[in-house]
């Protein structure tokens, strides 16, 4: 329990601190919990935001 409120704490001062970061670190996490639940759709997602920054690059 103690260990689950020092993340949760960590995660709202580094919110605070460096929220762009921080939204792109738990979306990180997010990513690769899809992929390792569903390796099929995470393919797909992941193919797309590769494609989307090839697109955003020309």
């Not at 899809?34 to 920054?53: K, S």
């Amino acid at each position: 329990m103690l260990v689950a409120l020092v993340v949760l704490a960590a995660i709202v001062l580094s919110a605070i601190t460096r929220p762009m970061e921080t939204a792109g670190c738990l979306l990180s996490f997010a990513l690769l919990s899809a992929i390792g639940q569903y390796p099929l759709a995470g393919l797909i997602i992941v193919g797309g935001l590769a494609a989307l920054g090839l697109l955003m690059r020309t």
